[in-house]
């Protein structure tokens, strides 16, 4: 029995397990699949759309595309958000032509110029008295909430699932950080081509991390031994924190803003703390930033992400303020991770029924397999 | 209860009554739908090809992509039409390789040589006797019939449907048109992204007239009104004719060419006159010219659509003949009408499970439904 | 009675017989069928990957795309061909990203570096102790196979088929070839907008030759008559070999290279042999050089073609070879066949259901049709 000696200087080798079973390839290939998805995840869940200081004035609206429907934002007369399907219910014409823009007052259809107003009741149909109409023609709604200054939207408007019992590890994590008050210094958007599960996967382990992420696993001990949590392996001396000499996410390891009066000395030390709300969110907060990343399928086989910094609004204001290092060090990290999860999805398509294997230190993976499994109802 | 006012000044609000429903989301959207009408409507139902001068000699060829089948037309040595699948019965290769051509005296194919005369029969295998070949190699030909100097295809080779039992509101509305005489000044071709229905909903009302169309709605008072024909509104004072000023649809309101003799007074002043024949024409008929369109599905969400204007053609040989007025006022239309087919198109499938309503003032839409559900044999 | 006179002059029309039905359409049209296609054919035959003389070094790789699948070939330390699904069996990354390169000594998965040595066993995963690891996670294997100097693979790495077997018409009559020694003088590689199917019914019958090959009818007097081998017209007085004075497949006519010593006089008279091994290569062997070309489906619709001019590697490393005649003569064929192969692949496509019909000079297309059903176990 020939012992191998690991490639990672100095840190032994955990004991071996059973592996778990990934997803089969065709969940990652099969466009059935994702209509599926559809239905089980993208139409039942809460989903991240924007800051709530993205629109300023009541009739100012915002189209997003939530999986494979297209719905709008749009502010009502007490500025409160209220989200509707992109369709009049007359013969279906989207009623926001432009991505974003501004209604005049109501919601007026570029078609037929029905009417709606900003809380979605029809009130005028031209030429004909609505006051009769026989049906209940208002706008079709989407559920919305909101949580640490950020919008999110459930297709089912009649949801009665909560956003903050689908954060993990919880809702009270970021207590500390003033998240509402916070606000958008950087965002980029760009498509992998990898279904989205790819993209989390990779997200939710650190197995990758000594080879694919050499800055980031310097500035975090325990990532440099391919560990994404410390209880991963208790016998490993590495705690879950950035290093001793680190104090943020930075291409400097520097705090780049203030940090957050707010945070307890642990928090300060800890370097990150991260929260994840499936299936299109994840936060991870720093000493000075939070950076909160989501997603969209757009096909089986990509994925849309949205990356956004957000800083203490006065650091913003600071003309000298440089959000370079942060936006830098985050754009990188998100580069190498494109580059594999598009090597992964490529793979998975190269020999058929092909079924990968969890080991022990992607065992936050394995849950989120354990929830998607749920989600679909399946047992494979 | 509160009255609501109208936003077209003056015109009143005609009495409410049951909505109509349209059809689902999926009949705009599901490759599969746009299958079974290949096979209901675009295999079983006249379409218009070309104008009967385009070809001039014996031999000369034109090619057509008929919903998703592809076909020839061909001059046989009497200088009449032929019409036959562009594909050769040895191995299947196309007969016609250029999209328009002159076969020298027999139709040849490029691959093997294989001859048939210009009615279709084989005529020659070269290498073997084709007297002694035991099937039937001929061509296999489409049906084809003429009107108004229009050629018109049909699949259904053995169609014993006629083309002016499809006409509405019949084969003699244009009786006093000079349409054999008429030669095309202009024609355009164009994709739009939309379900070809959608394209004839957008054409059989005009509810949306006041909002998108403003210089067409100037020239037709009932247009103005959101009226496309008098009848859907007793009570409305406006006739179905354009204003007293105008002469024809063009920039100017002026007619451009000179008033075709044949027609009676009331012809000239009600200044347009309509004929559709489902699925894939209509034609409307102004005192000095006609413009007629046709269309052809593409993808369940896209659609080719032509437009042709046709002139008596001593106006077209004089030099000095202007026909900008009328193309750029069609075009106009045609480009309105485009931006809001593609809006409707792009609503239909925010949604889901969508199903519009119809108005009254939709009356003829809703009778295209009824025309598509026969057709299809469905109630939905 | 007419009796039609062959364009091909003073050649006698063959006797009639009973025309055989080719497949039908859906065949060539069907992405299902190439799926089933896939499972019965490109999963279970041997396929040409490339000249063994390729890889020079232990660790030295090159990925493939086979049908739906995509592998690579490795050399391992004894410098023999080992070739695996690309797919790291952890969570399925491809495991060489780039289509050629050197492995620097183990197989290291690009994403979470497990290691396998270039027999395919898993020697390391980082962090975890490999002696344990309770499943074979050993790479997946495919089958390999040598001939001529040509590397072959079948998918199905337990096949019991041998590659001589499928060899038509037998694995002997390149014997006098030095096909070992051969190098590739050039290389290309195009996609034909066509069904593999198609492409080689063209190869696989003459009857086209004498209107789209003029040249190379030139060359060989009994495609100059439409057969392409002398017992399909017994009749026919031209026997299966170039004219008396061509001593070459090429421009000239002539030899570019020297005659292989080891052909026999009937050989070099003879100046072409063919072998085909069904379904992705055919070798054409003159006087002086070989030329092989092989495919792959890229789509129903698509096939990406590769030929390679293989010479005597003393007469390559001549500074004044001229390989020219050579290349040009066999691209100018490859691009007539191109033209009449897109001609035939739209053609399938433009009446429906339809089916052609082979003739006695296509009965090696007719045995390719009868190898091609029993593998799709079908009767149409």
Chains 1, 2, 3 share one sequence.
């Not at 297709?155 to 909560?162: F, H, I, M, N, R």
Request: aromatic share 10%.
């Amino acid at each position: 029995m020939v012992k191998h000696e690991d490639s990672i200087k100095g840190i032994p080798l955990i004991k071996p397990t059973t592996l778990l079973p990934s997803l089969p390839a065709a969940y990652y290939l099969d466009p059935n699949i994702l209509e599926r998805e559809y239905a089980a995840i993208w139409r039942t869940q809460w989903q991240y759309l924007m800051r709530l200081d993205t629109l300023k004035e009541p009739g100012a609206f915002k189209v997003f595309r939530i999986g494979d429907r297209e719905i709008f934002i749009v502010l009502n007369e007490d500025r409160e958000y209220r989200g509707f399907y992109n369709v009049c219910r007359h013969r279906g014409s989207v009623l926001c032509e432009a991505d974003s823009g501004q209604f005049s007052s109501n919601i007026i259809c570029p078609y037929h110029q029905w009417s709606y107003g900003l809380d979605g009741a029809l009130i005028k149909m031209p030429r004909i008295d609505v006051v009769n109409a026989i049906e209940d023609l208002n706008l079709l709604p989407v559920a919305l909430t909101t949580w640490g200054g950020n919008l999110y939207v459930n297709l089912d408007s009649k949801t009665s699932l909560s956003l903050e019992s689908m954060m993990i590890p919880g809702p009270n994590v970021l207590d500390n950080w003033p998240l509402e008050r916070l606000a958008v210094g950087h965002r980029t958007t760009f498509t992998l081509a990898c279904n989205w599960k790819v993209f989390w996967e990779n997200y939710l382990e650190c197995y990758h991390c000594p080879a694919i992420h050499p800055e980031l696993s310097q500035i975090v001990p325990l990532y440099q031994a391919g560990l994404s949590t410390a209880n991963l392996d208790p016998d490993h001396p590495a705690e879950d924190r950035v290093a001793a000499h680190i104090e943020s996410w930075t291409t400097t390891g520097r705090a780049i803003a203030p940090v957050f009066s707010t945070l307890t000395a642990a928090e300060q030390v800890v370097g990150h703390t991260f929260v994840e709300i499936y299936p299109n969110q994840y936060l991870v907060a720093h000493a000075d930033y939070v950076r909160q990343v989501s997603l969209q399928p757009r096909s089986v086989t990509s994925t849309q992400v949205t990356a956004e910094w957000l800083f203490d609004p006065d650091f913003l204001s600071d003309p000298d303020a440089d959000l370079s290092p942060a936006i830098e060090f985050g754009a990188r990290v998100l580069d190498q991770d494109t580059r594999v999860c598009e090597l992964n999805q490529r793979g998975l398509a190269a020999s058929g029924r092909f079924q990968g294997h969890l080991t022990h230190l992607e065992q936050d993976l394995a849950d989120f397999h354990d929830i998607y499994r749920n989600w679909m109802q399946i047992n494979t």
